[in-house]
């Protein structure tokens, strides 16, 4: 079953939120939308990796986030509500020094006043990155 709000949301209607902000300036791309879970990629390059060369853990924190953020705001009905980031945690379990990783994000929890998302990153090769959970409240619109 489909858990958005809007049904029709397309890819590039989710790119469009990344312009002029720091999903732009990272190069977070949205790749894939199914029923339960978005997909995005962020290349590994100078914008995302700490002086050893690898990929910077607050960029594997940034892609979790836009995530869950976007995940959540794709449940709820934007014209009554918002959603806001309460706690984010993420576990870096392997390094990596170039190429693209992707984030998939899936709910652990909707409620009508939280949400929860677990978002886990991987190398081009498949081999987890980082795992990653980020829980938003959903507030109402004043």
Known sequence: MRIWFNKDISIDQLNQLNKNNLGEHLGILFTEIGDNYL?????????TTQPYGLL?????????????????????DTDKNICVGLEINANHVRGVK??????????????????VWEIKIHDDKEKLICVSRLTVAVLQKK
């Open 56 to 76: 910077h853990g607050g960029a594997s924190v940034a892609l979790a986030e836009t995530l869950g953020s976007v995940a959540s705001a794709l449940v709820i």
């Open 98 to 115: 170039s190429g693209i990783v992707t984030g998939t994000v899936t709910p652990i929890h909707i409620g009508a006043s939280t949400h």
């Open 39 to 47: 997909k995005a990629t962020m290349p590994v390059d100078h914008r």
